[in-house]
């Protein structure tokens, strides 16, 4: 058993965990913090997606030892309270979720393929960057739509800051 | 339309939770006290059990029990079951083999539990399984269905000589014949199609808790039918009466028909929780997924299609082989015979056909429906035959189809399927105007100048939805009947909660459903909340499969909204002192028709429950239900045109432009509609592409992960130029025919004759791999 001491969504927290534990375990098991899923056991679907010191990375592929010292944001910790974050907006504006178990993991890597495209970002280069997150559901027509709308929005948001 | 009625592109109420984290899924739920199963599965397609050494395993700390498929038997849980009577052209029923929930004495595929340990947490668990040591006899197996039907073979079941499940016909065979015989020309194709892992992304789970005290069971399952689930699990597997057994599927993470079924891991969750006093949860990974979730296709077939002088076509001759897998699962039987050989005539005109199926076991993971069952391998085969014969008798294909579309209806089909309406000339020619076909072979030239090979692809779908008329599916062996429930519940406030027997796995139904309310009561859908998935809140359901959410499901909202509806307005004529005939309903009031004397609906709804002022004899409340059973199938339809290019070094396709025009009837919200078949097309392009799900000859699955099987993936796909045309189905008041399963159906022809039109060579099995494409355009 080891501590791991890591920030959640801006909390401080100490959580007490097998050396075995995958990240993904620490914040569904421990923290339960359950919007962040697992979808496969071999790092291809990406439902685990959250954001390590602002980078996304697979929760399901590191031992929570690897996070400790690090910030983490999950799908429950990028909306201001009742404001949700402009991409989970243009998720459900542009209908890119159906069942919703892949969405949180998609939303994490859009917004982090956001983050590093910036105004670059055409269908071609988010269809590229989506290649570690499945779909099973939507056909990833309106997924890309949706980040590409978020891209704009983001935009726009940060202008605001 | 108002803003958010019939045919409003309302955005989804459920998606605040799901782009939120806040679903609620099987894996979510902990219950206090739980216990976590891991399955001990079999590491072979066909070995006997000698043994079973759990010693070592149940000395290990926080390991609560081991328990085995003998004592599963001896508690007398019963064998699976397979709810649609099949039977053979000799008269004889089909022929099944028992599938125990764990194997006491031998298995049949890799991947069956022989054992199940049940610890304080899921890693023990897993640990301790790793400990469990199972003392197998390897036997020969078989994996493939032409070497399980030759004599000599491995045989699964002593119930089933030759592997042979059933020999079953449909169709008229003299007619058939004598239009070969007379025939100017005949068509022949064999195809394969190919076996898929459905692969919904949440994994299969299950929760279940027993009360001793109440001798009561609680499930929590992954299930797209929970009543079915509840009803199985009582009837057939002697877990519980129905009334000490509440299913509950909560947040479900897609199921394309593979959570359709009652499986193994949710029957032993629930033996074993009762056998060591506390919840077990099960929570399959990803190969578990592809080991034990029902897998789907998987028919290899000879066709020859008979024509006549003038191109029409005038019989059809269908040889198919299925492969089952190991066992018969819950609806497989149906799927090759009664979803299948029922769609061969398409959307054409043909007078003669006979289909003969023979349904086999082979030591593989079982079978059954998966998005389209039986009608993709239907409509594959008929497109196929369409555009081989169209290079064969050198017209072009769109035109053949046009030349033997079905134009007047109601049209009787030779086989069984009586279509009520449909406009295929309309669907084809938005599909060719959207694609611009005419400009096809200037583009195709200009390609070719830059050294790509490029091609079009036409696909005419049909399919039979709408599941379905009870008294029908009876008659053809079907175990249950295919109707729905509703009921409408208003709250005094004017709040309303539909209970509905459908069960949304991210079809919207929270949305839809509301919306229905919205259009006939002028509410807004924030004031409407609909239930599911829960067997102690709905009385009952058929859930939700076979595109028949919304033609089944919503018809019956729609019945029992007009019972409440007759009833509020008896009580709004009562307080407004009118006649109940000139109450109309608009904008959430009821109105006197013609004069400005009205009531608000919240005071229709309080007044039914103060029950101050009532007609006379009436009861207090406002409450209503409605079972509803469909006289027909419902019959979608459309077409699919794919541009692509191949790249003749490489033998990698490109899409350049995949149009899709389709005749779903009615649509309730278009945006939701859409999605529906963005999602189902890349299902159908996944199987002409990507996906295969593979044994090798001894029964060894090849494809047990995503690293194995090829998933479409964003960068895969290209997006979709979507189109609707529409007639509406005479069947339900609505004018529904139902969306779930067209574009799964329609989409893998269309991108097989594209890349056999670029490549210039017709035989070309699916999925087409860059490598079988370049081999194809590369053979002698």
Known sequence: ?161 | MGVEGIGARVVRKEDKRFITGKGRYVDDIKLQGMTHAHFVRSPHAHAKVKGIDSSEALKMPGVVAVLTGQQIVDDKVGNLICGWAITSKDGSPMKMGAWPAMAPETVRFVGQAVAVVIADSKNLARDAAEAVVVDYEELPAVADVHAAIKSGAPQLHPEAPGNQVYDWVIGDEGATDAAFAKAANVVKLDVTNNRLAPNAMEPRAAIADYDAAEEHFTLYTTSQNPHVARLVLSAFYNIAPEHKLRVIAPDVGGGFGSKIFIYPEEMVALWASKKVGRPVKWTGDRTEAFLTDAHGRDHVTHAEMAFDANNKITGLKVKTYANFGAYMSLFSSSVPTYLYATLLSGQYNIPAIHAEVVGVYTNTTPVDAYRGAGRPEASYLIERLMETAARQLKVDPAALRRTNFITTFPHQTPVIMAYDTGDFNASLDAAMKAIDYAGFAGRKAKAKADGKLRGIGVSCYIEACGIAPSKAVGSLGAGVGLWESAEVRVNPVGTIEILTGSHSHGQGHETTFCQLVAERLGVPISQVSIVHGDTDKVQFGMGTYGSRSAAVGLTAILKAMEKMESKAKKIAAHALEASEGDIVIENGEFKVAGTDKAIAFPMVALAAYTAHNLPDGMEPGLKESAFYDPTNFTFPAGTYICELEVDPGTGKTSFVNFVAADDFGRLINPMIVEGQVHGGLVQGIGQALLEHAIYDANGQPVTASFMDYAMPRADDVPSFNLSHTTTLCPGNPLGIKGCGEAGAIGASAAVINAITDAIGKNNLEMPATPDRVWRTIHAA
Request: contains cysteine; proline residues 1%; charged residues 20%.
């Open chain 1, 1 to 161: 058993m080891s501590t791991v001491k890591l920030t959640v969504n801006g909390k401080a927290v100490a959580v007490d965990v097998e050396d075995r534990t995958l990240l993904v375990h620490l914040l569904r098991d421990h923290l339960n913090l359950t919007g962040t899923h697992v979808g496969c056991d071999t790092s291809q679907c990406g439902a685990c997606v959250v954001h390590m010191d602002g980078k996304a990375v697979k929760s399901c592929t590191m031992l929570a030892g690897q996070a400790d010292g690090a910030s983490v944001t999950t799908i429950e910790g990028i909306a201001k309270g009742d404001e949700l974050h402009p991409m989970q907006a243009a998720f459900r504006d542009n209908h890119g979720l159906q069942c919703g178990y892949c969405t949180p993991g998609m939303i994490m890597s859009a917004i982090d393929i956001v983050h590093r495209h910036g105004d670059q970002l055409d269908e071609t280069t988010v269809r590229h960057e989506l290649e570690g997150n499945i779909c099973r559901c939507t056909g990833y027509h309106n997924i890309v739509k949706a980040v590409l709308d978020a891209a704009g929005r983001m935009k726009v948001s940060q202008a605001a800051e």
